[in-house]
């Protein structure tokens, strides 16, 4: 379901992407500032009528919320190049999705702009299958522009040949280098190994969408395993810390616990 719109049901989000923004939507309508969704746009492209609209209705978004913590939606329909536009003003932005969901993507943008924003180049990638620096290269990018790669809710999914295409590809800029900051889960979660808060939820979710977890790094072993890429771990937030960081209310007090099968990453090239 990640790839385009493949779910009609009205009681199901039309795609995993979909299901995503329809989180962030709910999370943006959160009473304490402290813990809310900065993303005010989410809402907006959340089209036509299904359960996803449950979730930009304050009256109706902790039913959305008690159901999606269940089904643990994937990332998608990211708002950051179109919300975040005055604070990129200069700055070449450059999205790449499968292109199926490009397309899907690209409708709803025109759909709530009336155009394709002229700030935002899009590159339609298959990681399994194609080429991204050629992807990119055709889309605009320059290999000796300092590059910011932001890689959400991709790794897990793919083998890891197209893993280390990607990484590969990112460590090999070193003038200037390159940055990736990207989501990756525990191998541990993946074989059942570890016994992770919201493992077992996320693979009898992703089993019954076709989309199994394939790549995963081992914990403890961050730095290692993204050395083999050219790459230089910087920060590592998992647990506690993501908690402590992102769910912290207000009062102090701490909000829902977050899953524990993986972390979000932040490497440098070189």
């Known amino acids: 379901m990640a790839l385009g719109e493949r779910s009609l049901s009205p009681l199901s989000p039309r795609s995993t992407a979909e299901g995503a923004c329809a989180l962030r939507a709910a999370g943006a309508l959160e009473r304490d500032p402290a813990v809310r969704c900065p993303d005010a746009m989410a809402a907006d492209f959340l089209g036509g009528f299904n359960v996803s609209t449950l979730a930009k209705r304050r009256a109706t978004r902790r039913l959305w919320l ?35 969901s490009l397309d899907s993507k690209r409708a709803r943008l025109r759909r709530l702009f009336g155009c394709e924003p ?60 390159a940055s990736i900051v990207f989501d990756a889960v525990w191998a541990g979660a993946i074989d059942g190994s570890r016994d992770y808060f919201g493992a077992a939820e996320i693979r009898r979710q992703v089993a019954e969408l076709d989309e199994p977890l394939r790549w995963g790094i081992p914990e403890g072993r961050v730095a290692e395993t993204l050395e083999r890429f050219g ?30 099968f993986g972390a979000l990453l932040h490497a440098r090239a070189g």
């Open 231 to 260: 790459l230089r771990s910087e920060r590592v937030v998992s647990g506690e810390e993501l908690r402590t960081t992102y769910l912290k209310r207000s009062d102090g007090a701490l909000h829902d616990r977050p899953y524990g």
């Open 118 to 177: 002229e700030h935002v180049a899009f590159a339609a990638v298959d990681f399994n299958r194609d080429d991204l620096g050629a992807a990119l290269a055709e889309a605009g990018h320059k290999r000796s522009a300092r590059t910011l790669i932001v890689w959400s809710g991709v790794s897990m999914y793919l083998p890891e040949g197209g893993v280390a295409d990607v990484l590969g590809w990112v460590g090999g800029h070193d003038s200037p280098p």
């Open 66 to 100: 008690w159901g999606a913590n269940r089904k643990l939606p994937g990332a998608g329909l990211d708002s950051r190049p179109y919300r975040l536009a005055e604070q990129l003003r200069g700055v070449r932005v450059l999205e790449v999705d499968h292109p199926a």
